[in-house]
């Protein structure tokens, strides 16, 4: 079976990929983000195995320029970098009100991951785990206490 | 360890849709980005024609494709046979949307845009390519002669293969092959679009 063409992949996975790069890194840098991994991955594209998981795939190369963003971000003293903490990287005031996602990006930073892995991207814990580089357990775990932490967020 | 049931939170975080015109804009940034890199292997696009939407598709040789309509399997074929690296980019197509234009608008007579003959081999190939060069606009030819003019004379139904595997339509004639007697013979854009293409070059005779 060949490749499909690239526009059928982005067409069919634009919409949450530009979420899950928007939710883990803000809204002023998540369509740098978004563009970084659509290029990533169009560049790597013609070399993937024919079987590959494409949306899974897809997902990683975002994961991986989202962790490049926090990486760099961390090194320059950016006013809206991680805090120590572990509180978000996110301003919440600037995410539009009444967004579910909005509220995500208002988690600490391994449970916005782990959340956005698990929702948007569609990955077993097993694999959520390899991206944070934790323990299956520790995926579950966060994935958990997102969800904890948005249930009231949403209710309000 | 269990799974957490599955909630209307996880529902919504599942569904939860961003604003399209955000994404869209994202896309084409992204799309920008890649051509200037060199890496949208295939462009295209859809223009208007008096024929219905037009796919037209490039390469960096040329232009690669003429498809009526929006065909879905266009783009696949596009994939399998030229590269995966495909992507809507129409700044791309527009020297070649500018010609066809100018031709619908009765203002040009012949084509001067590179062309990539890729997605025909062989003598499909050799075929089309003596029509592209020998066969001018407001002229026919029947498939008879064109088999002919290809070195076959034997080979017309070989000729009715390549005029119905022409992968670009209009720029390269195909309009123009008629059945001996003059009859209309067939058109992949349907005999309607055969009727108006004669008729805009004066070789249809109502």
């Known amino acids: 079976m060949d490749l499909p063409p690239f526009q059928r992949l982005l067409d069919e996975h634009r919409a949450d990929l530009y979420r899950f790069c928007v939710a883990q890194v803000g809204p002023d840098h998540g369509p740098d983000c978004f563009q970084e991994a659509v290029v990533a991955a169009l560049r790597a594209y013609p070399g993937l195995r024919r079987d590959e998981n494409l949306r899974g795939w897809l997902f990683t190369i975002a994961h991986h320029k989202v962790l490049d963003h926090h990486r760099t971000s961390a090194r320059r003293p950016v006013p809206t970098g991680v805090q120590p903490d572990g509180q978000p990287a996110v301003p919440a005031a600037t995410l539009p009100d009444g967004d579910l996602w909005a509220a995500v990006g208002r988690l600490p930073t391994m449970q916005r991951g782990a959340i956005a892995l698990r929702y948007l991207a569609d990955l077993p814990y097993a694999e959520i785990a390899v991206r944070l580089g934790c323990s299956e357990a520790a995926a579950r775990q966060n994935v958990r206490a997102g969800l904890a932490g948005l249930r009231p967020e949403v209710s309000r | ?206």
Request: include cysteine; charged fraction near 25%; proline fraction near 7%.
């Open chain 2, 1 to 206: 360890m269990t799974t957490p049931p599955t909630t209307d939170l996880e529902a919504a975080l599942r569904t939860a849709p961003p604003d399209p015109a955000e994404v869209a804009r994202a896309v084409w940034a992204a799309v920008e980005r890649a051509d200037a890199e060199g890496l949208v292997d295939v462009a295209w696009a859809t223009v208007d024609s008096p024929l219905g939407p037009l796919l037209l598709a490039g390469t960096d040789a040329g232009l690669v494709k003429v498809g009526f309509g929006v065909e879905d399997a266009a783009l696949e074929e596009l994939a399998a046979h030229v590269s995966p690296r495909v992507l809507e980019a129409p700044q791309r197509l527009d020297e070649a949307r500018r010609e066809l234009d100018e031709y619908f608008a009765g203002r040009r007579q012949a084509f001067e845009l590179p062309l990539d003959w890729r997605l025909s081999r062989g003598f499909r190939r050799t075929v089309l390519e003596r029509l592209y060069a020998e066969v001018p606009f407001g002229r026919t030819v029947s498939y008879l002669e064109l088999a002919s003019k290809s070195g076959n004379p034997k080979a017309s139904r070989a000729v009715g293969t390549a005029m119905a595997t022409n992968p670009l339509p209009i720029v390269v004639p195909c309009h123009r092959v008629l059945r001996t007697g003059g009859a209309l013979g067939g058109y992949g854009g349907g005999l309607d679009a055969k009727r108006h293409l004669l008729a805009l070059e004066g070789a249809l005779l109502v």
